[in-house]
């Protein structure tokens, strides 16, 4: 039934209590996991000062490094439990980067854990549940993660 799973993630380790369940449905269906995570760009500062603009590029190579050793990390957990694995960093609106990396993979679910929010929260902070939940064209495997 799921042969490919895409599993976002943002480092928290609310965001890995997904983790157990995508390992469960990977040696049930015998799928690959494709880890992502969405690095959001740094803002840019139009400034005459050459300094400013190599600090943000630093910044921004910094969090790539940053989010590639820790989906490594993360994958090498996975292989060590014989569980294919593929990583993917992305740049972006999260909702977007997560929607657009489901349909190019051609993955059969995407499997993420969410905080739960309801209500003035989530208006105030926006969800990336909600957005994944109304633009994505697979199937959605959500779990509430509280108190990570």
Known sequence: MYKKILV?????????????HVEELAHCYGASVVFMEV?????????????VITMQLDEMKFRDDEARS?????AGEFTA????????ILHGPVVEAICDIANTEHVDLVAMASHGRGG????V????AEGVL??????LLLIRARDA
Do not use: C, F, N, W
Not at 70 to 74: F, Q
Not at 81 to 88: D, L, N, Y
Not at 134 to 139: A, F, V
């Open 70 to 74: 820790y989906l490594a990390a993360r």
């Open 8 to 20: 976002p993630l943002d480092g928290s380790a609310r965001a890995e209590k997904i983790l157990p």
């Open 81 to 88: 439990k014989k569980i294919t694995v593929s990583t993917r």
């Open 125 to 128: 902070y926006g969800s990336v």
């Open 39 to 51: 690095v959001e760009p740094v803002p840019v500062v139009m400034d005459s000062h050459e300094s």
């Open 120 to 123: 003035l929260s989530r208006m």
């Open 134 to 139: 109304q633009h994505l064209e697979q199937p």
